[in-house]
């Protein structure tokens, strides 16, 4: 793909993720989803060692921004990465950053 062929909503979504995964707390909680991992907020939130209602409130960001996806399972909700391919943006943020 070359810049021309850039879509100003296809970049505003992606600044978007870009914007949900900046935070130290929200990258520790999609550093233990990588890898097809599926945790529920009481299993991050025990591993995290924070607040249940901090790590809703981080799970509701990453979700409404499109970076995790989640599915029920009786009383539980498991949260994932929506896309295999964050890890791709990751690389390239750390390439273009460094």
Do not use: W
């Amino acid at each position: 793909m070359k810049i021309k062929d850039l879509d100003p909503e296809m970049l505003d979504r992606a600044a978007n993720i870009l914007k949900a995964i900046a935070h130290p707390m929200r990258i520790a909680i999609l550093s233990h989803l990588e890898d097809g991992n599926k945790l529920t907020v009481t299993q991050i939130h025990n591993i995290l060692n924070i607040e249940q209602s901090t790590t809703s409130h981080h799970l509701g960001i990453l979700k409404d921004k499109g970076v995790l996806s989640s599915q029920r399972e009786g009383k539980n909700t498991f949260y994932f990465l929506k896309h295999e391919s964050l890890r791709n943006i990751i690389d390239c943020v750390s390439k273009c950053s460094g």
